[in-house]
């Protein structure tokens, strides 16, 4: 079992950068994948990027592709999505995710432990 809660979202404009964070309750965060998931209003919740343990393996979906980077720090039980030159576009509620694999995958079915939230408004 892990419990997630997710800290850092807020109101930027365009092309500015922010940080999200997720913490990790247990002593065995460093065996889970974690993913980072989005869901605007109206939309369905979409992956964003994806980071296994082991050799810290990434993924990331297109939208996000050189824009955002996901890391981790297992002796702080945190991953961050790092988000740089942030579009309208990417508003939305920002989840992190939690799965006892090595590898991190791109569906949300893929992920039993799910934080709360944070919003990201991205503003023109």
């Known amino acids: 079992q892990v419990q997630l809660v997710e800290s850092g979202g807020g109101l930027v404009q365009a092309g500015d950068s922010l940080r999200v964070s997720c913490t990790a309750s247990?002593?065995?965060?460093?065996?889970?994948?974690m993913g980072w998931f989005r869901q605007a209003p109206g939309k369905e919740r979409e992956f964003v990027a994806g980071?296994?343990?082991?050799?810290?393996?990434?993924r990331y979906s297109d939208s996000v592709k050189g824009r955002f980077t996901i890391s981790r720090d297992n002796a702080r039980n945190t991953v961050y999505l790092q988000m740089n030159s942030l579009k309208v576009e990417d508003t939305a509620v920002y989840y992190c995710?939690?799965?006892?694999?090595?590898?991190?995958?791109?569906?949300?079915?893929?992920?039993?432990?799910w934080g709360q939230g944070t919003q990201v408004s991205v503003s023109s």
């Open positions: 247990g002593r065995t965060f460093r065996r889970y994948a």
């Open positions: 980071i296994g343990w082991g050799d810290g393996s990434t």
């Open positions: 995710a939690a799965r006892e694999s090595i590898v991190a995958v791109p569906t949300t079915s893929g992920y039993p432990y």
